[in-house]
Nanobody, 124 residues
């Protein structure tokens, strides 16, 4: 059974930083694409950042230059370093993975597996 478990969310002031982690287990093969998504109350889910098997990263325009996605294959863990946080970054953040995204890996890709989310709250 595939499990993606997020951690690292919390409450910080604007301008601060947080690092989210996502521990993956139960996957028979390494996912071809992993990423972070977020959804604020009353808004649609938004793709934040993805990373593919060769380490190629893609970011939403709203987080470029502030967020960094990375992964540690030895630990089966995905990370999202978030700097210069803004109140509009407040959201539930979800980790997701896809088995066969290939070159289509991007924040717009329809992922196969999802975590339950971790809440990030940024105060002004």
């Amino acid at each position: 059974q595939v499990q993606l478990v997020e951690s690292g969310g919390g409450s910080v002031q604007a301008g601060g930083s947080l690092r989210l982690s996502c521990a993956a287990s139960g996957l028979s093969v390494r996912p071809s694409c992993m990423g972070w998504f977020r959804q604020a109350p009353g808004k649609e889910r938004e793709g934040v950042a993805t990373i593919d098997m060769v380490g190629r990263t893609i970011y939403a325009d709203s987080v470029k230059g502030r967020f960094t996605v990375s992964k540690d294959n030895t630990k089966n863990t995905l990370y999202l370093q978030m700097n210069s946080l803004k109140p509009e970054d407040t959201s539930m953040y979800y980790c997701a993975a896809a088995s066969n995204a290939g070159w289509f890996c991007s924040p717009r890709y329809a992922m196969d597996y999802w975590g339950k989310g971790t809440l990030v709250t940024i105060s002004s």
